[in-house]
Antibody
């Protein structure tokens, strides 16, 4: 059974960089059938796709966040990572990683999510 | 890019059917049959309920069904049960650089 697990600091200071890693187990991140995505959900609000990455390193970002986001993949560790620069309180959210089907574009496996709070 | 448009809330009584709409544009919902629906209970990760407009993953009740007409997709839940009370989100493939776009979410209340 595929599992995804987010990890990283739960508290980040304003203007600093938020860094999270998603570890994939029970399957290979190098499969050509899937992309790997980051999604966030501010408290009490809806879901927002931050971006996604293919095992080859090709990236696809939400235009509204593109200038501050970098997603990378480490196939040797079966992990992919998120960096969000210059954070503000508006970036406080639960951050999820998920698997994105490359043919029908649904997010079929999700991590449990991790709350990241931006505060001094 | 704007989120897909969903009603903020819907409600129904146990045993009834409800439908949640998801409206986009020809660049997403209307242009491709890649609409998905997710159920999210409080404090939990979203769960995939429908993909490819009308397909159910293994283990999802056949009380959940999906359809699409033009730029609007719909999720129908029949025989409402208390456990169906949750937030529901649609998503669609999009021609924008993001690849996938979400709806704003709909809170379903089972009366």
């Amino acid at each position: 059974q595929l599992q995804l697990q987010e990890s990283g600091p739960g508290l980040v200071k304003p203007s600093e960089t938020l860094s999270l890693t998603c570890t994939v187990s029970g399957g290979s991140i190098s499969s050509r059938s899937y992309y790997w995505g980051w999604i966030r959900q501010p408290p009490g609000k809806g879901l927002e796709l931050i971006g996604s990455i293919y095992y080859s390193g090709s990236t696809y970002y939400n235009p509204s966040l593109k200038s501050r986001v970098t997603i990378s993949v480490d196939t040797s560790k079966n992990q992919f990572s998120l960096k969000l620069r210059s954070v503000t309180a508006a970036d406080t959210a639960v951050y999820y990683c998920a698997r994105l089907q490359g043919s029908t574009w649904e997010l079929d496996y999700w991590g449990q999510g991790t709350l990241v709070t931006v505060s001094s | 890019q704007s989120a897909l448009t969903q009603p903020a809330s819907v409600s129904g009584s146990p045993g009834q059917s409800i439908t949640i709409s998801c409206t986009g544009t020809s660049s997403d919902v209307g242009g491709y049959n890649y609409v998905s629906w997710y159920q999210q209970h409080p404090g939990k990760a979203p769960k995939l309920m429908i993909y490819h407009v009308s397909n159910r993953p293994s283990g999802v009740s056949n009380r959940f069904s999906g359809s699409k007409s033009g730029n609007t997709a719909s999720l129908t839940i029949s025989g409402l049960q208390a456990e169906d009370e949750a937030d529901y989100y649609c998503s669609s493939y999009t021609t924008s650089s993001a690849l996938v776009l979400f709806g704003g979410g709909t809170k379903l209340t089972v009366l």
